[in-house]
C-alpha cells in the first residue's frame, strides 16, 4: 500500500523542474522497492530499496539519499491517509450445505470481534465442482447470506454489507468438475476499516 503512496509521490513531484522518487515504509515497517527505468530505452537506471529515502531522476544514474521530512511536511498527512488494509477472514462449509464446519467457529468468533459498525464488509461465498453449476451458483449466495445473518445476530448492523455468489467460479484449489474439496467450499469476509 505505501508503495503505492510512493508512486502518488512521485508523481505528484512529476510535474516540478528536478524529478524526484520517494520510497516509504510499508504499514509494517518495512518497504518495497522502486525501479528507475530511462523513459527512451528502458533500461534500468538504477533501484530506490531503502525506506525514507528519495533520489532525484534525471542524470542518467539513480543516487538515494535519506528523506528530509522537514522540507516536504506533506508527505505526513498523504500517509495519514492512507486506509488500513483489509482484513480477510475464511470460513469452511459441510459440502453441500450452509452449515459451517467446526473448525471454523473460532474463525467466526474472531470475525465477530474484529467487525465494528462502521466497518465496510464484503462477504462472498464458493463452491467446490460438485453438482450443477446453477445450484452452486444458488448455494454461494446461500452460503454468504448465512454468515451475513450469523454475523448480524451478533447485533451489528449490516445494511450496507454487500453479499455475492461466485458459485465454482473462483476455486481455490483447481479441481475438475465433480470434485468434493472442501478448500473450495468457503466464504470469503473482506472487512476494510
Known sequence: MRAVVAAAAAALVAGCASQS???LNNEGGGQGA????DPET???????TTADTEASLG???VEAKALRKDRKP???DLVARVPYAPETYVLY???GTTDITAESESVLAALREA??????VQITGHTDTVGDAALNDR???????QIRTLLAASGLPTDGWKVTGRGERELLVATGDGVDEQANRRVEVVIRY
Open 74 to 76: 506533506w508527505f505526513g
Open 115 to 120: 467487525l465494528k459498525p462502521d466497518s465496510e
Open 34 to 37: 522502486v525501479a528507475v527505468l
Open 21 to 23: 522518487v520517494t520510497l
Open 42 to 48: 528502458g533500461r534500468e537506471l538504477g533501484q530506490v
Open 59 to 61: 542524470r542518467g544514474s
Open 139 to 145: 448455494l454461494s449466495v446461500e452460503r454468504a447470506q
Open 93 to 95: 462449509f459441510y459440502e
